[in-house]
């Protein structure tokens, strides 16, 4: 630049003036008010867009916690899982797993939505702690009442369908009805037989391995 060349003065950009990211974002206040959301407006309400502006935040600010939806409500679905661990220091494989899926059950019947979105997924897949503590539970209480590894992962199946399928019916009838096929307090009242039927079948299971 001569020396009798005045710099160019700076042009304004043109469009939309830069927008705030919004008040810092933690996880802690993000999985609260997932909490809050899910409980009163069940896991579909749950998309990036609403979950920021009820933090007060750009949905971009959302993105360095979680890659998409999916993401969210698997983070969401852990957290309900950490509030209602189960205690796992019985000494008999029965007693653990009548725990955990009692623990189970008892989370998710409080978010609508949350068990099936479960069942749609593998613990694996969601790659969650708390999932993934209560499925090597589940596993360490079938190897320890006999069953082979392919007995188990099927069993598996089954404790899923019986614990999260029962919240699924429960939640899709709303009131007790005459004029449905189930009501909804048998369904509840269904699930302690369904567990007992279940360890039934463990050990059946395990008198054939």
């Known amino acids: 630049m001569r020396a009798d060349q005045k710099p160019l ?21 993000l999985v609260a008010t997932l909490l809050d959301m899910a409980r009163s407006g069940g896991i579909e309400s749950l998309n990036i867009r609403p979950v920021a502006q009820r933090l007060g935040v750009s949905p971009r ?6 890659r998409d939806k999916e993401e969210m409500l698997g983070l969401l679905t852990d957290e309900i899982l950490r509030g209602r661990m189960p205690d796992l220091s019985a000494p008999d494989w029965e007693s ?6 009692r623990a189970v059950h008892l989370a998710y019947r409080d978010f ?18 708390n999932a993934l503590a209560i ?3 589940i596993f360490e209480g079938l190897a320890e009442a006999g069953l082979t ?3 188990s992962e099927e069993m598996l199946v089954i404790f899923s369908v019986i614990v999260l399928g029962n919240v699924v ?3 899709s009838l709303t009131d007790n009805d005459e004029r449905l096929a189930m009501q909804r307090d048998v369904v509840e009242a269904a699930f302690t037989r369904a567990t007992d039927m279940l360890l039934t079948a463990i050990r059946a299971v395990a008198g054939t391995a």
């Open 9 to 29: 003065a700076r042009i304004p950009r043109r469009g939309r003036p830069p927008q705030s990211e919004g008040p810092a974002l933690d996880r802690s206040r």
């Open 61 to 66: 600010l959302l993105y360095h916690h979680v």
């Open 96 to 101: 653990r797993l009548r725990s955990i899926a």
């Open 112 to 129: 609508p939505g949350s068990a099936a979105f479960i069942l749609s997924r593998s613990a694996n897949r969601l790659e969650q702690p």
């Open 135 to 137: 499925r090597r539970a």
């Open 149 to 151: 590894r392919p007995q």
């Open 169 to 171: 019916v429960a939640e």
